[in-house]
């Protein structure tokens, strides 16, 4: 079993920037994939980005790219989502997830992680 922990949501301002954090616990080891999705009200669930152990390059969605930076410190067992230049389009609930499969591509859709978060709300507005 794997728990996963999100912090560092709350109200900025538009262009403003902000770390959220996703601490892991459990048999961490065995994770090989990494991700944040987002959600907002009455829309489903959208994949933001993913790390993994079968490729050197981070996956981003097009609305992120450029602009969000995932990375893990496998030191502290915690990923992490740097977002710069934030937009109000951008504020949701924020999930980090995670999972053991040996599949080598990166996955976009929530149904191929295993471990979720409860959460973190983000929310951009001024």
């Known amino acids: 079993q794997v728990q996963l922990v999100e912090s560092g949501g709350g109200l900025v301002q538009p262009g403003d920037s902000q770390t959220l954090s996703c601490a892991a616990d459990g048999h961490t080891d065995s994770i090989t994939h990494w991700a944040w999705f987002r959600q907002t009200p009455g829309k489903e669930r959208e994949f933001v980005a993913a790390?993994?152990?079968?490729?050197?390059?981070?996956g981003y969605a097009d609305a992120v790219k450029g602009r969000f930076t995932i990375s893990r410190d496998n030191a502290k067992n915690t990923l992490y989502l740097q977002m710069n230049s934030l937009k109000p389009e951008d504020t949701a609930v924020y999930y980090c997830a995670a999972d053991q499969s040996d599949r080598l591509h990166i996955a976009r859709s929530g149904d191929a992680y295993t471990y979720w978060g409860q959460g973190t709300q983000v929310t951009v507005s001024s």
């Open positions: 790390i993994t152990w079968g490729s050197s390059s981070p």
